[in-house]
């Protein structure tokens, strides 16, 4: 066999294995994101198509990853990518296919209106959304509460009150994760209690009006009192969902998380409102905190690869899969056809609270470029770090 016919038999054989394979890059890896990620993959698999997975431990080791993949010339047929505007830098580079560039788009038209327009830059559908989420919740132990008895509290006041109360009986109060993105979470929380979505754009652009410099000492003064909590009271934990778990478990009161933890007690068998309280952060009533999950199909020129992006477009649309995968994670459903009776108390909560568009805080990464918002959370986060060290 010559080398050409040799090269042309390697390529053919290579596409031909290609053919209904899905390779996904993503960063989930807790139990309720692998179980909610299954719900997908499942159902690939269950139409004959091969699943093939690459987790990394956080969005940058997947950035990292996936950039050397594009590089090379091979990269993944999906991959989970952090909503920001850097996405449509990647269409106009050819990198990140725009969804209206699939077959058939017609599973878009299933996308909340909203949602929709946030995963839209210069008229281009960036990525598919697949779950709506909220960072501004707070997730209580129910018998610890009810032992005490005391509801969520309203207020950062109420909460330190109630909060030191339980610790001088010895029990625990606030878990939360090693991974600095945990503390810079609580603050974050904080400057949107105290100061809404004015005060998080504009710590974001590095310019604070004088109007939102008592907002801002009100937050720092609550997170050095959380920081004294924690030093006093509170339970280090390893990971985000380990503190999720102490809090399941009693070592700890309350998480402050994005509702995704409300899935690590789903996948673990509790029942909200019986095992564990969940409620919007103290002060942030009426306000949420939105952060999309996000997958893009990287531009290929192989039709199969375009075909399976396609399928996995309309699988992650569904709506039967879109309320169980929600359920798992945590989430909200992106699409328009999953009635809010079908959701559970949290989720009834969430999606009341995200209808109020006066109330809507983008996060951090959706309102800016990923370097800028980068070197905001590594300066924040230094001074969070000293804090909590102090």
């Not at 564990?276 to 531009?299: K, Q, S, W």
């Amino acid at each position: 066999m010559t080398f050409i016919l040799l090269a042309f038999y390697l390529v053919s054989v290579a596409h031909t294995a290609r053919a209904n394979v899905a390779e996904v890059m993503h960063y989930w890896i807790s139990p309720s994101e692998a179980s909610a990620f299954s719900v997908f993959s499942d159902a690939f698999q269950i139409q004959g198509g091969t699943w093939v997975e690459s987790a990394f431990e956080g969005s940058r080791a997947l950035t990292d990853a996936a950039y050397a993949r594009i590089a090379d010339g091979f990269p993944p047929t999906v991959m989970q990518w952090l909503l920001s505007p850097e996405l449509s830098d990647l269409i106009d580079a050819g990198v990140v296919r725009p969804l209206s560039d699939l077959v058939d788009t017609d599973a878009l038209s299933r996308i909340d209106p909203r949602v929709l327009d946030l995963v839209t830059f210069n008229d281009r559908v960036a990525g598919v959304p697949v779950g709506l989420h909220g960072e501004n919740w707070a997730f209580y132990n129910a018998e610890i509460m009810e032992r005490f008895g005391f509801e969520p509290p309203s207020n950062w006041t109420m909460f330190f009150e109630q909060m030191e109360h339980i610790a001088e009986t010895g029990t625990g109060t606030v878990a939360i994760g090693e991974a600095y993105w945990n503390r810079l979470h609580v603050f974050k929380t904080m400057l949107v209690s105290e100061g809404g979505a004015e005060l998080t754009q504009a710590m974001i652009k590095g310019r604070v009006p004088e109007t939102m410099v008592d907002p801002l000492e009100s937050a720092l003064a609550h997170f050095i009192r959380f920081r004294d909590l924690f030093a006093t009271s509170g339970v280090r934990s390893s990971a985000w969902n380990d503190a999720t778990a102490a809090v399941m478990e009693g070592a700890a009161t309350v998480q402050i998380m994005g509702d995704w933890a409300k899935g690590e007690f789903i996948v673990a068998g509790r029942t909200p409102g019986e095992d564990f309280i969940c409620a919007l952060a103290p002060g942030t009533e009426g306000r949420y905190i939105i952060v999309i999950d996000t997958f893009v199909f990287p531009n290929t020129s192989l039709p199969e690869d375009r075909e399976t992006q396609q399928t996995l477009l309309e699988i992650m649309l569904t709506p039967q899969l879109q309320s169980e995968f929600s359920r798992r994670k945590g989430a909200i459903p992106v699409v328009n056809d999953v009635l809010p009776n079908d959701l559970d108390t949290c989720g009834q909560l969430g999606y009341a609270t995200f209808q109020d568009e006066a109330g809507l805080v983008h996060t951090f990464s959706q309102g800016s470029t990923p370097a800028l918002v980068r070197i905001f959370e590594d300066i924040i986060n230094r001074q969070i770090m000293d804090l909590l060290k102090t």
